[in-house]
């Protein structure tokens, strides 16, 4: 409607023809219905000053309402019968990704996943919705373990008769490329790698209380003797100059500091209790270790630098005879932001935290649940559950898991506190 008409109208009648003005802008009514009404309007002006003149405008806006009250019910009837009518192909809004498909996606996560079971060794496929097995002719007896280097080597301990083998992983098809073949040191048990990848550590049953130390391509194997009885895998100390580890001397057992010169080890704390349950910060020189204080009846998180502090802790029976739950894979975020463990007796007890390295606490993340690893960019956790491999939004602790896959088949049955996931870095 032209407002330039609306102007030429007497001032007592203007508001009721705005009014009209805006009801037909906000429904959009037809170039027809407006010169309809405009001429009306018109009329109305005209015959302004004839007897009968209310009475023809009164007629005339009469018909205005009734039409443009018409016109709002079928605007209302259009917007609430009519079914919703779709954008077109090219404007579809884009729906929101879910956590999983992004996983698979190689958006976030990104890496191989590798799981140690059954003494067989797996790694995830490109999407990550199952498992590849390595050395699938099982032509190597068993695969004990397996460990990632930082720059995204991955090695395997084998042993078959009795005979310790190292293997690098070929990342191209997945084969095993010997790295120490048919060694002399017995059963291999696990193997280590320093921080910048330059060594790598191992040690058999043969002798527990030898470490072998050598270069990354193999060569300059030195041993080195602890005079402690080894129960865990040792690792480096951030500058590579000793060792920390779960074992025994004659008067006390608990984690232990060796120097790889053969010089004396010393006791961290006599109150450390299991073989996983200790790990160097992958940034800075922070330890972390579990402390079981049977006589105070709990379990304590702590971080020993500059300082010692207790991040969380937890209840445990008390008492020297008391039977204490398990505490096992301790594991730092790529950042050194938190750390998670599990914590319990048996598979179907066990309960996977993370704690945070500023002390704010312990968050519960997933029951009868083990073997817990951070992806290097701190989003995924993953973790075994009732015979199957879930994934964990980090960025959203409250989410629903995602099912990876079911837990492949080893090549015998193992203990479940064998089972080992590793993100690559």
């Known amino acids: 409607m032209n407002k330039n008409i609306i102007d030429q109208l007497p001032a007592d009648e203007q508001p009721a023809a705005l009014k009209l003005h805006d009801a037909a802008e906000k429904i959009n009514i037809s170039a027809a219905f407006e010169l309809e009404l405009e001429n009306r ?22 018909w205005v309402v009734t039409a443009v009250g018409a016109l709002f019910l079928l605007n209302w009837a259009i917007r609430t019968l009519a079914p919703t009518i779709q954008p ?27 799981l140690t079971h059954g003494f067989s060794v797996f790694v995830t ?29 991955l090695v395997i301990i084998g042993n078959t008769a009795g005979n310790g083998n190292i293997y690098r992983v070929d990342a191209r098809d997945n084969s095993l490329q010997p790295l120490v073949s048919n060694s002399e040191l017995g059963y291999l048990k696990d193997v280590a790698w320093s921080r910048d990848s330059s060594q790598v550590l191992i040690w058999s049953s043969q002798n527990n209380s030898l470490i072998y130390v050598m270069n990354a391509d193999g060569s300059a194997l030195q041993e080195t003797n602890l005079d402690v009885q080894l129960f865990s895998t040792p690792q480096f100390s951030p500058d590579n100059q000793s060792v920390v580890f779960y074992g025994a001397d004659a008067e006390s057992d608990g ?41 105070l009846g709990e379990a304590r998180l702590v971080t020993l630098g500059d300082k010692e502090s207790v991040l969380g802790t937890l209840p445990i029976p008390t008492g020297s005879g008391s039977s204490i739950p398990d505490v096992a894979h301790l594991t730092w975020s790529q950042d050194g932001t938190k750390l998670v463990f599990e914590f319990g007796r048996s598979a179907s007890d066990r309960v996977i935290y993370l704690a945070h390295a500023d002390g704010s606490g312990l968050i519960r993340l997933a029951d009868a649940a083990h073997a817990p690893a951070i992806s290097s960019d701190g989003n995924c956790l993953a973790y075994i559950s009732n015979e199957q491999v879930f994934l964990l939004d980090l960025t959203d602790t409250t989410s629903t898991p995602v099912l990876l896959a079911d837990l492949p088949d080893g090549r015998s049955i193992a203990d479940f506190r064998l089972d080992q996931l590793q993100w690559q870095p």
């Open 41 to 62: 309007l018109m009329e109305k002006y005209k015959s302004k000053h004839q007897p009968a003149g209310w009475a023809t405008f009164a007629g005339s806006l009469g």
């Open 88 to 114: 077109a192909s090219g404007e579809t809004p884009a729906s929101e990704i879910s956590f999983g498909e992004n996983v698979q996606a190689g958006k976030i996560c990104k890496g191989s996943l590798t």
């Open 125 to 153: 496929n490109e999407d990550k919705t199952g498992f590849i097995e390595l050395d699938e002719e099982r032509a190597i007896g068993e695969l004990r373990s397996s460990a990632w280097q930082s720059n995204g080597q």
């Open 255 to 295: 984690l232990f500091e060796a120097r790889l010169d053969g010089s004396e080890a010393r006791l961290i704390s006599p109150l450390v209790e299991d073989d996983s349950a200790f790990a160097w910060s992958p940034v800075g020189a922070l330890l972390a270790y579990f402390e079981m204080d049977r006589d």
